[in-house]
C-alpha cells in the first residue's frame, strides 16, 4: 500500500511540474512608489531618447493572457538628473500584449538609484505604478508587466 501511495505521489509531482513548466508564470508586478513628478497626459509615442530599450509585454495574473488594450505612461529624469516634458510618453501595447520603449539613460536624481517610472492600466485590472532601475550604461532591458484583474 505505501508503495502504491508513493507511486501515485511521484505521478502527481511529475503532472504538475511538466505543467508548472508549461504555464508561464503569472506573478503579478511589484508596485513601487509613484514619486512626485507624474503628469497625466503625456503624448503618444514610443521614443524619448536613445541609448536604453525597454521591452516586454503586459498580460493578466489570471491565466497569463496578454492585455492588448494596456496603456504604458512612462516618465523619468533626463541624462541630466532633470524631469522634463521630453521624457514622458504614452503608448499602447499591441495584440499580442507587447511594447517597445526607447529613451535616454535616466540621469542620477538625487538621492535616488537611476530608475524610470511607468504606470500601466488595462480594462478590468488594477492599475500598475512601478519603476525599473537600469544599471549604469546599460542599454536594453527586459521587462513584463503583469496586472492584477479587478
Known amino acids: 500500500m505505501t508503495r502504491v501511495l508513493a507511486s501515485a505521489a511521484l505521478l502527481l509531482l511529475a503532472t504538475l511540474g511538466a505543467r508548472a513548466l ?6 503579478p508586478t511589484r508596485p513601487d512608489m509613484l514619486g512626485p513628478f507624474y503628469e497625466p497626459g503625456a503624448p503618444a509615442r514610443s521614443v524619448t531618447g536613445r541609448g536604453l530599450v525597454i521591452t516586454g509585454r503586459v498580460a493578466s495574473a489570471k491565466g497569463c493572457a496578454p492585455l492588448p488594450g494596456a496603456r504604458l ?5 533626463n541624462p541630466r538628473g532633470d524631469y522634463d516634458a521630453e521624457h514622458r510618453a504614452t503608448q499602447h501595447v499591441d495584440d499580442a500584449g507587447r511594447y517597445r520603449y526607447e529613451t535616454d539613460s535616466p540621469g542620477r536624481y538625487p538621492g535616488r538609484p537611476l ?7 488595462a480594462p478590468g485590472h488594477t492599475p500598475l505604478v512601478t519603476q525599473l532601475y537600469p544599471r549604469p550604461s546599460q542599454t536594453s532591458m527586459e521587462m513584463d508587466f503583469v496586472l492584477m484583474a479587478d
Open 115 to 121: 530608475h524610470l517610472h511607468v504606470r500601466v492600466t
Open 22 to 27: 508549461a504555464e508561464p508564470a503569472c506573478t
Open 73 to 77: 505612461e512612462w516618465w523619468s529624469a
